[in-house]
């Protein structure tokens, strides 16, 4: 119980800033523009909940100050009549909804459509608009303001926390290797590919107009290709345990640990000379008895060199700016993936017209029966509605139980303070609890709490609590048929739509590989296909969480993974070497063999109709393709890699 009691009193301190600028906003709104603008608070207490943890730039307020211009006069023209509450409500949800819901990240466009229909359930003559055009500046400057104390100064704090978990993770491994716990390494290698994932969602959500990343995103992001390298070295070593029994190969190891622990803690600040002297001293005075472990622990050691050698003491100054030589290819920009995704076997498109078609028939249904606290039934249905059907019937629950749970305590309460005064401290506290809670059924039950302490002034309490109980009901019987028959989207199909996308970015790749060649490959889209692949596998864990699946996903990930960071490392080499030393004819032959298994292993996934299975002895048939005997040795670690996952996806993708 003093465990419960210490842990709640942290998350509440935790959740004072979004219950400061919640409060600021709805009270200071009501004194200075009218109560019909203190509704702002909760919806911009949601945008700072959600954006606090980033870094922000003076762009990203203007940008969204006119999407919030855009929901104040839209809103306006939605509440005009009923035939304009249909028109608007259905073109503004979905423009809404289909523009800010990235396939990465499914909640961007919420806290936006809940400011529209709030704004909706307390309209305004024309000659109140200006005083809410100017609530809303003054709203949305307090949460910047608030950004401006509780968030981020400088991007790189994030990406240096994370690169020092991941090098504590590699020296963990490299120390249960040498303690022969091999069954252990797995579970820290399980912890790198969170990592990496990570510092992805890092990269991705600081992106800059056209640009990959800002100067601390180019210089910390080389780390997740490191951090893969030492998972694909230290794998060699558990599939070959008898080179650990050489005694020069453990002291090796363990030079290599203490390399790793003694990387400076203010590498970010340059001065590195004398460490990468010592990275330099190592691979002279140390060496692995195996050929291709030797040479590939070299290129690893360089490669750390490489990424510290980039560092300078101007980095922190700098590490917020915009790192122009990294492009994004036209196809991962904006309007390039709006683009992609305009099919309806896209779930963005399904979802905002699902979205979009309920919330308006929501709003019409309220303004043609003229129902009391009629936007309850919209705003609950927005909420309600949700992407995939598997997770609609889990929020519907909690939502139902934290509702009645909310109702029970919120009837106790205003039995005993009935004041203006008494109700606005329930509703304070109540936000207070809403933002400390991680689990559904208590924020619905603090929500209740708050939205009930303030709707009862103006209405019984009785009546209050009766409608709140049938409009959520209603809500939740529409959300359930509507997520269920209307447009359905369901993590079974999206799991197979990702495996394709994970698919299409192996061929990529091994397309770039092909066009190295002849002079025409991309390093932008070799770094977009580095950083897409950890933000798929995400998605792909994610959707297959509540899915009992035949294949093993971590597995395939995992080998999906080492095999993208093989070919990347296979074209890394091949662009410093003389091209001359490579027979294309024989490349082009393996990379070719290479896109029929994916093109098994995706026949396969999508439940098509069998191909002819080709003969994995066939790849490895092959002529001389490189003089190199580094390059030989990493083309066989991908084709193995690939054959392996050939074999995992032999069990189809279903529940």
């Known amino acids: 119980m003093l465990l419960y009691s210490k842990n709640m009193i942290s998350r509440c301190i935790k959740a004072l800033p979004e219950t400061m600028v919640s409060l600021i906003i709805f009270f200071s709104n009501q004194v200075f523009f009218g109560i019909e603008n203190s509704i702002m608070g909760i919806y911009m207490t949601l945008a700072f909940k959600k954006k606090v943890n980033k870094f922000h730039t003076i762009n990203e307020y203007f940008k969204d100050l006119l999407i919030h211009f855009f929901i104040v006069l839209t809103a306006f023209i939605a509440t005009i009549n009923l035939p304009l509450t249909i028109l608007v409500n259905l073109i503004v949800c979905f423009i809404l909804v289909y523009t800010l819901t990235d396939e990465y990240n499914h909640t961007d466009y919420f806290h936006y459509v809940m400011g529209f229909i709030l704004l909706q359930s307390l309209p305004i003559t024309l000659e109140r608009l200006p005083y809410r055009l100017i609530a809303i500046i003054y709203s949305n400057t307090i949460v910047y303001i608030g950004f401006s104390f509780f968030s981020p100064k400088k991007i790189y704090e994030g990406f240096n926390k994370l690169t020092f978990s991941g090098l504590s993770i590699i020296k963990n491994e490299l120390k249960l290797l040498l303690d022969g716990k091999f069954d252990d390494i797995s579970k820290n290698q399980e912890q790198i590919f969170i990592i990496n994932k990570e ?140 683009i992609d995704h305009f099919t309806l076997n896209s779930f963005k498109l399904r979802f905002a017209l699902r979205l979009s078609i309920v919330v ?185 969480n509540s899915l009992d699946m035949n294949i093993d996903i971590k597995k395939y990930l995992q080998v999906n993974s080492q095999f993208i960071i093989e070919i990347e490392h296979i074209i890394s080499i091949i662009e410093v070497m003389d091209k001359n030393r490579i027979n294309k004819d024989e490349l082009y032959i393996l990379t070719g063999n290479m896109n029929r298994i994916l093109d098994i292993i995706e026949s396969t996934i999508n439940n098509n109709k069998p191909l002819n299975s080709i003969s994995l002895d066939d790849i490895q048939k092959r002529g001389v393709i490189s003089d190199s005997i580094y390059i030989t040795d990493h083309l066989n670690r991908c084709i193995d890699k690939m054959n392996e996952l050939y074999y995992i996806s032999k069990k189809k993708l279903s529940s």
């Open 199 to 338: 510092i992805s969602n890092l990269i991705y959500e600081n992106r800059r107009r056209n640009y990959f990343t800002v100067i601390s995103g180019q210089g910390y992001f080389p780390f997740s290709t490191l951090f893969q390298h030492f998972n694909i070295f230290i794998d060699e070593f558990v599939k070959n345990k008898n080179i650990l029994e050489i005694e020069e190969n453990i002291s090796c190891l363990k030079e290599l640990i203490n390399i790793i622990e003694n990387i400076p803690k203010d590498f970010y600040l340059g001065n590195n000379d004398e460490y990468v002297e010592g990275l330099i001293k190592f691979t002279s005075n140390y060496r692995i008895t195996d050929n291709y472990l030797e040479n590939y622990l070299i290129y690893i050691i360089n490669l750390l060199a490489s990424i510290l050698d980039y560092f300078s003491e101007d980095f922190v100054n700098k590490s917020n700016l915009i790192h122009k030589e990294w492009i994004i290819p036209s196809k991962s920009r904006p309007l390039g993936r709006l």
């Open 360 to 544: 308006s028939l929501g709003f019409a249904l309220e303004k043609f029966l003229n129902l009391p606290k009629g936007y309850w039934l919209p705003l609950n249905i927005f909420v309600l509605i949700i992407p995939f059907y598997e997770d609609s019937l889990k929020k519907v629950v909690s939502r139902l139980k934290g509702t009645l749970i909310g109702i029970i305590l919120s009837f106790l309460l205003f039995t005993i303070f009935k004041t203006r005064t008494e109700h606005m401290i329930i509703m304070a506290l109540s936000n207070l609890l809403i933002y400390s809670m991680n689990n559904y059924v208590s924020i619905s039950i603090y929500i209740t709490c708050s939205s009930l302490s303030i709707a009862s002034l103006t209405m019984g309490t009785e009546e209050t609590i009766i409608l709140r109980l049938l409009y959520v009901f209603i809500s939740a019987g529409v959300a359930l048929l509507a997520n269920r028959f209307m447009l359905q989207s369901n993590n079974s199909k999206e799991v197979v739509n990702w495996f394709n996308k994970l698919i299409r970015l192996d061929r990529v790749l091994i397309r770039e590989l092909n066009n190295l060649l002849n002079g025409s490959n991309d390093s932008n889209i070799i770094r977009e296909i580095l950083l897409k692949v950890n933000l798929v596998n995400n998605k792909i864990q994610l959707h297959s």
